[in-house]
C-alpha cells in the first residue's frame, strides 16, 4: 500500500469546528489509498485519539516547547517564507523538524502540508508533495485592511499582506498539487500563472434538523463560528452594532446566539448576543433556531458554517462573501444582503 505523510498544525479530532472537519475529511478519504503516518498536535483526550487511529496507522505528536527561539532562526524561517514570522510559529516550524528527523522521507509516496508554514519543511521535493491552502491568506488580509479605520491602522497591515501575496503567489508553484476549496479561488490563482491547482470542495456530514416543536414566537438566530477568528469577531460585531437595533425595532426580544469558541471579551458586543461556547451536539443545538445567519465580511473559500447551517435545514441569511464558492441563489437558496438595512 502507498504511504503518506500528513502534516497539519491542528489535531483534527473532534471534528466540531470548520478547519477540523475539513482535515478530518480529507484524512478520511486518503485513508482509503494511503498508509497515513499522522504529525501534528497531541489530542485533547483519548476519544480523540481512538477517532484518528481508525485512520492513521501512526501518529505523531509535536509539542511545543516554551524556550525561546533564537533570533537566526526566526529569521531564517522569516525569509523563506518572504514574511516575518512570530516566535510561536517559528517555534512550531522547528518541533515539526525535528519530530519528523527520524523519519525516511524518500519512503512516503506523497507528503501532505496543511497550510503554507508546514510546506516549508519539505521545500525541494516538489514530486510529492501536497499543499492545502484551504482559502487564499492574502485575499482575506486585503478585505481586512479595507475594513479598518485610519490610514496608520491600514499601513501597518501592508508589510504582511505584501509578504502573504508574495508566498501564496510564487511558493505555491514548487508544490506538486495545490488545494482550495472553491473554484474561484482556483480562478484567481490561475490569472498569476499556477498551473497545479486542484479545488478540493468542503462538505458536512450534519443531516437536517427536527424543528417541529419550537414555539412560534421563537425570536432569535443562531451564529457558528470560532471568536478567535477575525472574519467571525468581525461579522458578530457587524451583526451586534449595526443590525440587531434594527431588528428590536420591530422585535424587541430578538437576540443572537453564537455556538463555537467565545471571545475573550464579550464586553465589546451588545446585549442582544449571547456567546454558547461548543455544543456537544450541534444538529440538537441548531434545531432550536429557525434562523441562522453569517454575516461575515470577509474571508476566502467557502464557509463551513453556510454548509452546516443549510445542511441542519435552517433558513440561512448571509452576505455576498458568506455564499462565495457555493452557488447559492438569493431568494431561491437562501437571503443574500450585504448592508445592515437589507440584512435586517
Known amino acids: 500500500m502507498k504511504k503518506l505523510l500528513f502534516l497539519s498544525p491542528t489535531f483534527p479530532f473532534p471534528a466540531d469546528k470548520g478547519w477540523h472537519a475539513r482535515i478530518s475529511n480529507l484524512l478520511g478519504a486518503c485513508a482509503a489509498d494511503y498508509e497515513v503516518t499522522f504529525v501534528g498536535p497531541p489530542p485533547e483526550n483519548d476519544i480523540a485519539r481512538r477517532a ?14 516554551a524556550e525561546n527561539i533564537s533570533t537566526a532562526t526566526r529569521l531564517r524561517y522569516s525569509l523563506r517564507a518572504f514574511e516575518i514570522l512570530d516566535a510561536p510559529r517559528a517555534h512550531a516550524l522547528r518541533d515539526y523538524q525535528e519530530s519528523i528527523a527520524g523519519l525516511d522521507l524518500e519512503s512516503f509516496d506523497l507528503i501532505w502540508a496543511e497550510r503554507r508554514d508546514l510546506f516549508l519543511l519539505m521545500q525541494g521535493r516538489p514530486k510529492n508533495v501536497v499543499l492545502d491552502l484551504d482559502d487564499i491568506e492574502h485575499r482575506k488580509l486585503l478585505k481586512e485592511l479595507q475594513l479598518r479605520n485610519g490610514i496608520v491602522s491600514k499601513l501597518k497591515g ?7 501575496f ?9 508544490a506538486r498539487a495545490v488545494l482550495v476549496c472553491a473554484d474561484e479561488d482556483k480562478a484567481y490563482l490561475e490569472k498569476f500563472g499556477l498551473r497545479n491547482v486542484v479545488t478540493v470542495p468542503n462538505g458536512t456530514s450534519l443531516h437536517a434538523a427536527d424543528r417541529s416543536a419550537l414555539p412560534a414566537e421563537a425570536r432569535n438566530a443562531v ?24 431588528i428590536r425595532q420591530r422585535y424587541p426580544d430578538f437576540h443572537l446566539n453564537v455556538v463555537g469558541n467565545p471571545p475573550t471579551d464579550i464586553s465589546a458586543y451588545a446585549d442582544g448576543v449571547k456567546f454558547l461556547g461548543f455544543a456537544d451536539d450541534l444538529v440538537g443545538e441548531l434545531s432550536k433556531y429557525r434562523v ?18 443549510m445542511a441542519s435545514g435552517a433558513a440561512l441569511v448571509t452576505t455576498s462573501v458568506g455564499a462565495q464558492g457555493l452557488s447559492i441563489e438569493h431568494g431561491k437558496h437562501a437571503l443574500i444582503a450585504d448592508n445592515a438595512a437589507d440584512f435586517a
Open 158 to 164: 501592508l508589510p504582511r499582506l505584501a509578504g502573504v
Open 223 to 246: 451564529f457558528l463560528g470560532n471568536m478567535a477568528y477575525p472574519p467571525n469577531a468581525d461579522a458578530v460585531a457587524f451583526f451586534a452594532r449595526d443590525v440587531i437595533p434594527l
Open 166 to 174: 508574495a508566498w501564496e503567489i510564487l511558493m505555491p508553484r514548487f
Open 52 to 65: 484518528m487511529e481508525q485512520i492513521a496507522q501512526d501518529i505523531i505528536t509535536v509539542t511545543p516547547r
Open 292 to 309: 441562522m445567519v453569517a454575516p461575515v465580511r470577509y474571508g476566502g473559500g467557502t464557509k463551513l458554517k453556510v454548509i452546516d447551517g
